[in-house]
């Protein structure tokens, strides 16, 4: 099962940290894979190789015999080095699999247990090769004129041809070792360049977002109609305004930031937000303050919120309360947002992931990330809105950079109240 | 009717889902003179209703609201006009930025207000209408078609539905409708354990509904295809299809033909 093996490895590996929905037929998230070689031309061309060796070998025993002047050997070293080769390429594919299993474990095994249960195998192949080399000599001989084959005391024949084969044994598992390792690693850069560019997608969705011209307009809007009521008031919006901007233009390249700075550009825009809506916008917050350095993707709460005001609001103009909370069950963190709008209609969940980029782009990023370690969920919640649950692995992270800065901290800190 | 007054004063309405962007313009409206603020409504539902109740000359319509928005008040405005013979007011629109909404209002010689509004522009936008409702020019209906179908044409097909009843309209989302079933002069929306009646028919609403939404499978009813359980064969190459409802509809040979990669992908 060798080169088939080499397939289904990369379908372990898509097991592993990228796809856990192996039900999805057709998933557009699916990262991409390096091409797979068809297994038929992969056996094909290892069979050309196996028959190049054949000949080599064939031609050295032959030149040998000549050398030693005797002649009339090609028949029978014909014979010998074709059942070698090809009973060793019959056994291929037992050998790739038990390679398989000792080198390529989940859990890899010490270097020792290598070693152990590679000499084994070996050992093993070269029994049995010699067996069906003797067998098929034996039958083939007669066949073709040679006469019977007198393969010499098998007592002695087996620990000859164990000694040769383990050293082909051996080659064979490196070439196979370092052409799988180069697979996965090729797969694993793949992987690595699509969650970049998932990010660098995230980030520019994030930036149209705040610099959109909806957003951005109606803001100064408000800016603009607050001023003649509130100076003071209309001067704090400029300010979380340009804050807002300001940490958006330069988040940063990581994909994971401490849970305060998403926090704070959350608390930014949703204060800018509610000073637009004002009665009609309720946040409430509800954060574990232990889980400030816990490390949460970046830019990841903010499509969710957006997607709450513009979907969730009632045309009847309804108040809406939207509560973000976050806390730590064993090791994940949970953040939730949650809203009292319109839900999800009917629960028809295809009609909530068409509601834009954000929401399968949120998806496709914890895929990315954390694979099986991950989850995202959105459903009609106890209020009658729409409830989103993101459960990530929890760690810690250092300590948050941009709500200690001065200058930016004071207006966070006004954003912190909830409204 | 109000808009005939001898009264030289215009009566206005201020719609807009934020509070301080009506008040912003309700600042500049009342530094002028020969106006009346008749009423503010902050998101669509109310604003027809004050329509419906004040007959104001000209409204100040927000075009994004979240649920139902500007061109949903002009349609269902429009709308009425037919059925109930009630004056359409004057429209300013108010957007942040919507190049095709702009676009429309240009084609259609409709004005309009960009936020944040300016004051120079406001004046001159509220003096046009002044002259207008002066001169006593008519509301041109067919305007006000020609925008509609332009803003339906440009984005689509449509999201909700105006249901009025007797003392009040609101919004049905067309993804919360089941089956729509028409009877003489009215559909009924079946929207799993409720149902909502408005008048129109099933031709009208047919080219209003997204196809890849929703398809008509006799010549009574309208499907929504998600609402679909299952369908079995049935005779005479008709399908009965069963409803998550429990509904049970059959769908006829003619309106199969109609549309024959429904069945393909079922």
């Known amino acids: 099962m060798s080169l088939p093996a080499i397939i289904r490895d990369d379908s372990s590996l898509r097991r592993g940290p990228s796809d856990p929905s192996a039900s999805t037929s057709v998933d557009p998230l699916r990262p991409a894979q390096p091409s797979p070689i068809p297994p038929a031309l992969t056996w094909s061309i290892l069979f050309l190789i196996y028959t190049v060796i054949a000949v080599l070998l064939t031609e050295y025993r032959y030149l040998d015999d000549l050398s030693r002047n005797r002649s009339g050997t090609f028949a029978i070293r014909s014979l010998e080095e074709v059942t070698g080769v090809y009973t060793a390429f019959i056994l291929l594919p037992l050998v790739l699999r038990a390679a398989d299993w000792y080198l390529f474990r989940p859990r890899r095994l010490s270097w020792i247990q290598i070693a152990f249960w590679h000499l084994l195998a070996g050992i093993a192949f070269a029994l049995v090769h010699t067996w069906l080399m003797a067998v098929t000599r034996q039958i083939i001989s007669p066949l073709i004129g040679l006469g019977s084959y007198d393969y010499g005391i098998m007592s002695y024949r087996y620990p000859m041809e164990t000694s040769n084969d383990l050293v082909g044994f051996t080659s064979i598992v490196c070439i196979y070792y370092y052409f799988k390792k180069f697979r996965i690693a090729q797969a694993q850069q793949l992987a690595a360049a699509q969650l970049k560019a998932k990010l660098a997608e995230a980030q520019l969705e994030n930036l149209r977002l705040q610099l959109q011209p909806h957003f951005l307009f109606n803001t100064l809007n408000t800016i603009s109609s607050v001023m003649y009521e509130d100076v003071k008031a209309a001067d704090v919006m400029i300010t979380q305004l340009s804050d807002l901007l300001r940490l958006t233009l330069r988040a940063s390249r990581t994909h994971e930031i401490p849970l305060a700075d998403e926090l704070q550009i959350t608390r930014l825009y949703l204060d800018l937000m509610q000073k637009r809506y004002e009665e009609k916008l309720r946040v409430a917050y509800a954060i574990d303050p232990a889980l400030d350095n816990s490390l949460v993707p970046q830019l990841i709460l903010q499509p969710l919120l957006e997607n709450s005001l513009r979907h969730g609001m009632k045309p009847s103009g309804e108040a809406i309360d939207i509560r973000i909370a976050a806390h730590r069950d064993n090791g994940s963190l949970i953040l939730q947002v949650s809203d009292t709008g319109t839900g999800l209609g009917n629960g028809d969940t295809s009609a909530v992931l068409g509601r834009g980029v954000g929401l399968t782009n949120i998806r496709d990023r914890l895929l990315q990330l954390y694979g099986d370690g991950q989850e995202f969920r959105i459903v009609n919640g106890a209020n009658g809105g729409a409830e989103v649950t993101l459960r990530v692995p929890y760690r810690a992270g250092p300590r948050s950079q941009i709500a200690d800065e001065p200058g930016e901290s004071s207006t966070g800190a006004a954003s912190l109240r909830t409204s | ?266």
């Open chain 2, 1 to 266: 009717m109000p808009s005939t007054i001898s009264s030289s004063s215009i009566r206005i309405l201020v719609v807009d889902d934020e509070a301080p962007a009506r008040r912003k313009l309700l600042r500049l409206l009342r530094a002028e003179s020969g106006i009346e603020i008749v009423a503010e409504a902050d998101n669509a539902e109310s604003a027809i209703a004050a329509i419906e109740k004040h007959h104001p000359d000209l409204v100040f319509l927000d075009v994004q609201m979240p649920g139902a928005d500007g061109f949903d008040v002009v349609r269902a405005i429009s709308a009425d006009r037919e059925s109930r013979a009630v004056d359409v007011p004057r429209f300013v629109f108010v957007t942040a930025h919507d190049h095709y909404a702009v676009r429309a209002f240009e084609v259609h010689a409709f004005d309009y207000l960009l936020k944040p509004v300016g004051e120079d522009r406001f004046r001159e936008v509220l003096r046009r209408a002044q002259e207008q409702h002066k001169r006593n020019g008519d509301v041109s209906e067919k305007r006000l078609r020609g925008l509609i179908d332009q803003v339906l044409r440009d984005r689509g097909f449509s999201e909700r539905l105006l249901i009025r009843e007797e003392s009040r309209a609101y919004f049905v989302n067309v993804r919360d409708i089941s089956w729509i079933e028409s009877e003489r002069n009215y559909l009924i929306l079946h929207c799993g354990s409720k149902s909502h009646t408005m008048r129109g028919t099933l031709d009208s609403i047919e080219e209003a509904l997204d196809p890849k939404l929703f398809a008509r499978i006799n010549r009574s009813s309208i499907v929504r295809l998600d609402a679909i359980r299952e369908m079995q064969p049935w005779f005479h190459g008709e399908y009965k299809v069963i409803l998550h409802d429990k509904s049970e509809l059959r769908w006829t040979r003619r309106y199969i033909t109609r549309r024959p990669e429904l069945l393909r992908n079922l």
